[in-house]
């Protein structure tokens, strides 16, 4: 276990045991919640990684892991089948944070998640995207980490599942275009120094990725 997930732990800590049991159930209650929505089933174990790494990020920067847990496997509820739109058209329009925003609070209520952390939890997810700027910590750890999960081979991965199913994505010059931008935009968005080293070899493959791809289509097409 990392320093920055002991300290995380301990800071939460009643009676010197890094979880009360209420802690654990609730925990508990988010991941199996999210592991029984998120559809397609592909969608499921970015939220593991997300938080694995944005611990990671933390180092010995105190945080408070309640929050960070619950906006890390929470913060993509919007995009399983189930909580958004079935018809093509309407999906195109989608805006899936606001939902999440929106029906977060709610669930994190009744997963018994104590109501004082849900406002810091809505507010690492709102900003979790790389074109917001994060008020708190956990916000910064959240919206670090997602972005590392853009890159390298998982962030191929991700996008790869997504052709012909996602509106956005018909194609796989349409999935190219959207990994080339990741990897001239996404570094250099990054806020932390750890970050930006974990991301280094993550572009390198992207990167190498994205010139093999291009190179076996010239003259093809995509």
Same mark, same amino acid.
Request: charged share 25%; aromatic share 8%.
């Given at each position: 276990?990392?320093?920055?997930? %002991? *300290? ?15 802690? #654990? ?5 988010? =991941?199996?919640?999210? %592991?029984?929505?998120?559809? @397609? !089933? ?5 939220? &593991? ?12 920067? @105190? +945080? ?7 906006? #890390? ?6 995009? +399983? ?6 018809? /093509? =058209? ?12 929106? $029906?977060? @609070? %709610? ?9 004082? *952390?849900?406002?810091? !939890? ?6 979790? /995207? &790389? ?6 910590? $956990? ?11 853009? /890159? ?19 194609? +796989?010059?349409? #999935?190219?275009?959207?990994?080339? %931008?990741?990897?001239? =935009? ?14 280094? &070899?993550?572009?390198?493959? /992207?990167?190498? +990725? ?6 076996? #289509? ?5």
């Amino acid at each position: 276990m990392c320093e920055a997930r %002991r *300290k995380a732990l301990a800071s939460t800590s009643e009676n010197n045991l890094p979880f009360s049991v209420s802690q #654990a159930s609730y925990r508990s209650a988010i =991941e199996n919640y999210i %592991r029984a929505n998120a559809l @397609p !089933v592909d969608k499921f174990t970015h939220q &593991p990684r997300l938080y694995h790494w944005a611990v990671v990020l933390a180092e010995a920067t @105190p +945080f408070d892991d309640d929050v960070l847990h619950a906006a #890390a496997w929470m913060h993509d509820l919007g995009v +399983f089948v189930g909580h958004r739109p079935e018809d /093509l =058209e309407a999906l195109a329009k989608w805006d899936n944070l606001a939902y999440a925003i929106r $029906e977060v @609070p %709610r669930l994190l209520s009744g997963l018994g998640f104590p109501g004082e *952390k849900i406002p810091p !939890v809505i507010a690492a997810i709102s900003s979790h /995207l &790389p074109s917001s700027t994060p008020s708190t910590f $956990e916000g910064v750890l959240l919206r670090d980490a997602d972005i590392l999960e853009q /890159l390298g081979s998982i962030g191929i991965l991700r996008m790869v599942s997504k052709i012909g199913r996602d509106t956005r994505y018909p194609r +796989f010059k349409d #999935a190219l275009t959207v990994l080339k %931008r990741n990897a001239e =935009e996404l570094p250099g968005q990054l806020k932390l120094v750890l970050t930006r080293r974990v991301a280094a &070899p993550r572009l390198q493959i /992207l990167n190498d +990725f994205i010139i093999a791809a291009e190179l076996e #289509a010239a003259g093809m097409g995509l």
